[in-house]
């Protein structure tokens, strides 16, 4: 068993991954950046060390100092959470090579996946239905050719994007060419890549993912959760069960869940996302080889901690339940803190001058923040996560109303009234939000007006 744990990360998920380790013995270092010397996950460590400067680049992203830490540090696995290194197979490699465990899949299965135009190639000789698109386009004129052949409107993506990042919705030849060459060199920017590839615009679906567990015997799927309330590509508020699916399509995404991680031969924690159409028809989008950030509300309906699981099976341990005996209870939702300004998504840094968070056992708090915690402009502006549990839908609908209303965080601007908006409309209270939710009612979501 691992006894000895460095956590390649910061924030929220490096306190939650910290938590676990805590309950199972495991003694965790933590990492920080010049700017996060006084964060909360290196108070919370039992050892703690200097990366570099305030940038990912200086500091979180530096594979060398890391390895340099875990090894110095008496390390004898790696935890990456999410973002940052997390889906990075030159670091899993490396850590491979030098006899530390990474905790995730290996090198081949997060190359396999982190390339959009391969990782659909290979679902598709696995027999896993994708969205209709294309391989990588060398230049404009094949971009429009392929938006011409699978008709428009269709989406500009980076092969080898993430995070929103990289994605164009276009709806004719002219909006194709401008698009293509701006998302080229973001694409060269954010992900050293720039190759682009063309794939069907669904108007109005669902977005919905499949959390998988595998051993290298035996791959499981826990169920789905439903990420259809996003802006700008970004996922903003999470729940489990879907108001969406019936138990059949439940149990077909499962199925294929499982198909497409066992056609990598993946082991670990995964997540396979998927778009639902308006006809109930799904399609593979991608998976995320790496712990997700809305892991916990699955974790509330099927009793399990997934990061534990994740540390098992790098220690070698087997699943000890199968498929038939897995099942959920409840409803659990997840609302995403962002440091931003919550009409304009500009990111919103500065120190929290007061800040109070409600307390219930229904609520559970993924969330580093104390007042005169200073959120800095260099990362990610999602600062905590609130997820709530209750019997029924209905139910988790009205705990997270009450708890976000009881939220108070000051000094900086936060989407707090976005998210509070949002659990009160009606499309929401009625299942229906899609993934242009936001897009759709932001007037009303910012103006108050027609909220019931």
Not at 11 to 31: D, F, L
Not at 113 to 136: F, L
């Amino acid at each position: 068993m691992i006894k000895k744990l460095l956590i390649a990360n910061r924030g929220e998920i490096a306190c939650r991954i910290i938590r676990t380790c805590r309950r199972m013995g495991i003694q965790t270092i933590a990492v920080y950046s010049e700017a996060d010397e006084r964060a909360r996950h290196v108070q919370d460590a039992d050892e703690a060390y200097l990366l570099g400067g305030a940038r990912v680049n200086e500091s979180y992203l530096n594979v060398d100092k890391l390895l340099e830490i875990a090894k110095n540090a008496g390390a004898d696995a790696v935890h990456p959470g999410y973002g940052l290194l997390s889906e990075n197979a030159v670091f899993a490699k490396r850590c491979e090579d030098e006899g530390l465990p990474f905790v995730g899949p290996d090198a081949r299965a997060i190359q396999a996946m982190g390339d959009k135009v391969k990782a659909r190639a290979t679902m598709e000789r696995a027999g896993v239905p994708v969205i209709p698109g294309s391989s990588g386009c060398a230049n404009e004129e094949e971009a429009v050719q392929e938006a011409s052949r699978i008709g428009y409107p269709v989406m500009l993506k980076a092969a080898a994007g993430g995070g929103g990042i990289g994605i164009d919705v276009v709806r004719n030849e002219e909006e194709c060419r401008k698009a293509f060459v701006s998302n080229a060199k973001k694409a060269n920017m954010f992900f050293g890549d720039s190759e682009i590839f063309v794939e069907k615009y669904l108007e109005n679906p669902r977005h919905i993912e499949i959390q998988v567990l595998a051993d290298g015997e035996r791959t499981l799927a826990f169920g789905e959760r439903d990420c259809s309330v996003q802006r700008r590509h970004q996922k903003v508020i999470e729940e489990a069960p879907s108001p969406y699916l019936t138990e059949t399509r439940r149990e077909e995404m499962c199925q294929m869940a499982i198909q497409a991680a066992e056609a990598i031969s993946y082991v670990n924690a995964g997540t396979v996302e998927c778009l639902v159409d308006e006809d109930g028809s799904f399609y593979f989008l991608e998976m995320n080889t790496r712990l997700q950030v809305e892991h916990p509300v699955t974790e509330e309906i099927f009793g399990i901690d997934l990061v534990e699981w994740q540390l098992r099976i790098t220690s070698g341990e087997k699943l000890a339940m199968k498929q038939e005996d897995l099942s959920f209870s409840g409803h659990a939702i997840e609302a995403r803190l962002y440091a931003e300004d919550p009409v304009r998504f500009f990111p919103s840094p500065g120190t929290i001058t007061a800040f109070e968070k409600p307390e219930a056992d229904y609520i559970r708090h993924e969330c580093p923040l104390e007042v005169g915690t200073v959120i800095t402009p260099f990362y990610d502006p999602m600062i905590a996560k609130i997820i709530v549990s209750g019997k029924s839908r209905q139910q988790a609908v009205e705990r997270m109303q009450k708890a976000l209303a009881s939220y108070r965080v000051e000094g900086i601007k936060t989407n707090l009234p976005l998210l509070l908006a949002v659990c009160k409309h009606k499309a929401f209270l009625e299942g229906e939000a899609t993934t242009r939710f936001i897009e759709t009612y932001k007037n009303e979501l910012i103006t108050g007006e027609k909220i019931k």
